[in-house]
């Protein structure tokens, strides 16, 4: 059974980084591309970038400068690495096999003063 399973979440204030991690079972982890997500409240759920499976990353421009995802294939996790946290990327954060629908159960990531 594969399951992905997010952690790293939490309340931060402006300014203050985080760093998610979602690790995977139940698959060849290393051969897979990888996604990261977001949902705001009241909003769809967004694409905030992806990892290949050979380390190539790619983000959305709202996070472009800040986030950094990366890899740990013996781990079996991939990493959201956010800085300079903003009021708006307040969400709850998930992973993805992309082409799959395959999610994580996500995390909470609430940036507030």
């Known amino acids: 059974q594969v399951q992905l399973v997010e952690s790293g979440g939490g309340v931060v204030q402006p300014g203050a980084s985080l760093k998610l991690s979602c690790t995977a079972s139940?698959?060849?982890?290393?051969?897979?591309?990888m996604a990261w997500y977001r949902q705001a409240p009241g909003a769809k759920r967004a694409r905030v970038g992806s990892i290949t499976s050979s380390g190539s990353t790619s983000y959305e421009d709202s996070v472009k400068g800040r986030f950094t995802i990366s890899r740990d294939n013996a781990k079996n996790t991939v990493y959201l690495q956010m800085n300079n946290l903003k009021p708006e990327d307040t969400a709850v954060y998930y992973c993805?096999?992309?082409?799959?629908?395959?999610w994580g159960q996500g995390t909470q990531v609430t940036v507030s003063s």
């Open positions: 993805k096999v992309p082409l799959t629908n395959i």
């Open positions: 139940g698959i060849r982890f290393s051969i897979y591309n």
